[in-house]
């Protein structure tokens, strides 16, 4: 013993959780909901449109006619697998890239086209009310969810907040100070860190010195577990347990969501400065769709008719958001002032005044 | 009624908005047990519970995101930070979210919080205790910023922040915490945000302050009395938005105006005030518009401090000398 025999006091592992392979094949028996035929389809359907919903997206930024947007290319099974696992009447407080969960939860394509265009009537969306909008500051939803946990916590309500968040995130304060107060008091919170190797130019390693993001929840108290992020059904399974267990009061959990950026960070980022073709290339093989579709296809649940159905089905989706997105009436100058506060104090109504040109300045 | 402390008007106010409201929660740094450092919120564990005053690890940025995340689902949470010193890693939760997530949705989330803290100099503490950055967080669109400087005041004006459907940082004058006496009722009734008081009509000179300096503000216009100055004493208490009605309206009554702080001059809230006399009241100046205020320094360590702070003389001579212009 080369500790001189001191005892251990407490032992920790990591798990990691994958089952699906690559090529679609399965490294091991899959979760009862897998045999659902529809909920897998719907699993992959919600996969389809979100990377057909970026791609517009990405050429409507090219044309001037969105702002900057962050797209989830290989990232796919992360939000859809998680909003999968959540009811309506629980919380998301998603990061800025996480459009496939709020898209799953309700949200119209053309409220996050909204959003992205500049206009924050896209964050008074469709998805249920009480859901958070993006949030751009990196990590600092987390301590919303702990708020969001603890009042339901304090109200008995069997409700979950689930946040979501990069692996840069992990290293702000933010999110270790939320997890460990989440842990003190047992909160029905999950935490969810789509580790997709990068934040911005930084790669994983220079992020943290940790073996895994998952561990992090271990001095916060509470389980944290790896999961194939590119594996739709490991994240839908990760996040069930997840959310039932935070449901049932046996406190919060922590996933870490490991996939890959296959797209640049943001439409203003080229990644190529700092990674290259071949590393991304090589990270093709992994993506979640051709995954899942290969496993749907070799199972008899999913034909080339419905391949070629959904394809126009997705494409006329987004083209009628788009239209509607781009016949969304302009906003007056004058309404940034309607939502600063329940009433407007009267010495902003004067420069409200002022700028409707209503002459009073 | 019974005569009491700052501090224990801050105290009986939130024991008021609890008994009140279920959904008032109080939480912060050693507000449990020990009833918070300066005693605010002592008794209030006991009597309601350590769900609803709870003690949180020691993380501030935690405290003001947690209240964010509350409030979204319509708790009434009021944090705590020990002093203004430990309020900056907040900022970025103020800034960021508490004061534009009501904008951000288009009024779909609301953030009706209060974040407490001790403000300002005068109470011989370690460093990083005794900072009045006010101006920093009135600065901030979608916040309100409130600061009492009576008993009287701190009771009524807790219970309209606390009820208040929008973020409010609420600024206790550390230094006047037991030495402002009063007698305030327990009638539950708030008084108005947004507006100034006025403690003292005057015609011949408008003294503006907030917070402590009042204290030092009232003698000065004691002192200038005894010498046939009437000085009117406006009291701004909140400070985003503030009441430029009664600034404007008093002003055009005495022509002449000083501005009284102890935080540092330069893009102090002074600062907004003179700028606004100047856009809106300068017809009716006899006089140019003085700040009486700290200077540009890091607040210094006990035994400075006082200098860095207005003291009576330097307002009375100010006051003079805007006088002496007729
Ligand atoms: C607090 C903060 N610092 C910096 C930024 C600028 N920024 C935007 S995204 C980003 C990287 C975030 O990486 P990660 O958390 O891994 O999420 P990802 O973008 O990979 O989804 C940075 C530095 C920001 N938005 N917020």
Redesign the interface.
Known sequence: MADGGLPVVARFDVRHRNYLAPDGSINRPLPAFASDADLLTALYRAMMLLRNFDRKAVALQRTGRLGTYAVSLGQEAVSVGIASAMRAEDVLLPSYRDNGALIWRGVKLEEILLFWGGD??G???SGP??D??FCV?VG?Q???????????K?RKQPRV?VCMFGDGATSK??VY??M??AG?HKLPVVFVATNNQWAISVPLRLQTGCETLAQKAIAAGFIGEQVDGSDVVAMRAAAEDAISAARDGRGPRFIEAVTYRLGDHTTSDDALRYRSAEEVQARWKEEPIARLRSYLVGQKMWSKAEEEQLAAECHERVEAAVERYLATEPRRPES?F?????DL????AAQRRELAGEGDA | MPEMTLVEAVNLALARAMEDDPDV?VLGEDVGINGGVFRATVGLQARFGS??VLD??L?E??I????????????K?VGEIQFMGFLY?CI??LV??ASR??????????CPMVLRTPHGAGIRAPEHHSESTEAMLAHI??LRVVIPSSPERAYGLLLAAIR???PVVFLEPTRIYRAAKGEVEDNGEALPL?VAFVLRQGRDVTLISWGAMLKETMAAADALAAEGVAAEVIDLATLK??D??TVLGSVAKTGRCVIVHEATRTGGFGAEIAALIAERGLTSLLAPVARVTGYDTVIPMARLEQHMMPSVDRIVTAARRACQFS
């Open positions: 924050e009537r964050n008074h969306f009310i009480e958070f909008p500051p600092s987390a301590p919303h969810s702990a708020g969001v946990a603890y009042a339901f304090l907040a304060g933010d100070e939320a460990n107060f003190v940034m309607d939502h600063l506060y329940a104090p009267g010495v902003y | 929660v769900e609803r949180t690890p993380a940025l935690l003001s995101g947690l209240c964010v995340g509350m409030a979204a689902q319509g708790l949470p890693p970025d939760q960021n979210h997530i009501r904008n951000r949705t288009r009024g779909r989330i609301t669109p979608g208040d459907p929008d947004d938005p503030y430029e009605a």
